[in-house]
T-cell receptor, first 114, second 114 residues
Framework: SQQGEEDPQALSIQEGENATMNCSYK?????LQWYRQNSGRGLVHLIL?????REKHSGRLRVTLDTSKKSSSLLITASRAADTASYFC??????????????FGGGTRLMVKP | ETGVTQSPTHLIKTRGQQVTLRCSSQ?????VSWYQQALGQGPQFIFQ???????GRGNFPPRFSGLQFPNYSSELNVNALELDDSALYLC?????????????FGPGTRLTVL
């Protein structure tokens, strides 16, 4: 089963607009990560936010985390056609033996039109 | 690119057969995790290997098994293939340190079961 759920499932915007994707999760987390995936390829790590952080920036990306609502959002500003991809949130759960397991949501498919 | 490599890139098998997928971890990493990603869904955690031993397992049957070698590379073996095993299989390498274990993903192996 998947821990997180992204909203919306699909998003289509014009180049230059901002894109906002939301993620909700069910259990307590160690940290939350956002990944990007171009069609059928490997995952690229975008940003990690720890459970004691509320907001984090990286270039055109802004991530927020609300642990009381068990939700996170990813904002991509001034989008480009090259941002077209699927975006996944993943919660990071520590296992008993110090390993960690990522639990992914279903993803948001973003299309940025030129 | 992350430095994590996977082979083969594509594979076609028939139901009932067995398959072995391979992963070479990024230099300096001692932990490998495997994920299954069905079409249109987020990745699901299969298991993690650390120091050549299984370090945690998701909700997958025993016919999914793995190995980790002294050089930290890893194999995923699936026996008695079923049609639902058709998916993109991703491996990710990391180093277990404290509570922050960023995972670096390879490009994946696309398995089709006919």
């Amino acid at each position: 089963s998947q821990q997180g759920e992204e909203d919306p499932q699909a998003l289509s915007i014009q180049e230059g607009e901002n894109a906002t994707m939301n993620c909700s999760y069910k259990t307590s987390i160690n940290n939350l990560q956002w990944y990007r995936q171009n069609s059928g390829r490997g995952l690229v790590h975008l940003i990690l936010i720890r459970s004691n952080e509320r907001e984090k920036h990286s270039g055109r990306l802004r991530v927020t985390l609300d642990t009381s609502k068990k939700s996170s959002s990813l904002l991509i500003t001034a989008s480009r056609a090259a941002d077209t991809a699927s975006y996944f949130c993943a919660t990071d759960l520590l296992m008993d033996n110090a390993g960690n397991m990522l639990t992914f949501g279903g993803g948001t498919r973003l299309m940025v039109k030129p | 690119e992350t430095g994590v490599t996977q082979s083969p890139t594509h594979l076609i098998k028939t139901r009932g057969q067995q398959v072995t997928l391979r992963c070479s971890s990024q230099s300096g990493h001692n932990t490998v995790s495997w994920y299954q990603q069905a079409l249109g869904q987020g990745p699901q955690f299969i298991f993690q290997y650390y120091r050549e031993e299984e370090n945690g397992r998701g909700n997958f049957p025993p016919r999914f098994s793995g190995l980790q070698f002294p050089n930290y590379s890893s194999e995923l073996n699936v026996n008695a293939l079923e049609l639902d095993d058709s998916a993109l299989y991703l491996c990710a390498s990391s180093t277990i340190i404290s509570s922050y274990n960023e995972q670096f993903f390879g490009p994946g192996t696309r398995l089709t079961v006919l």
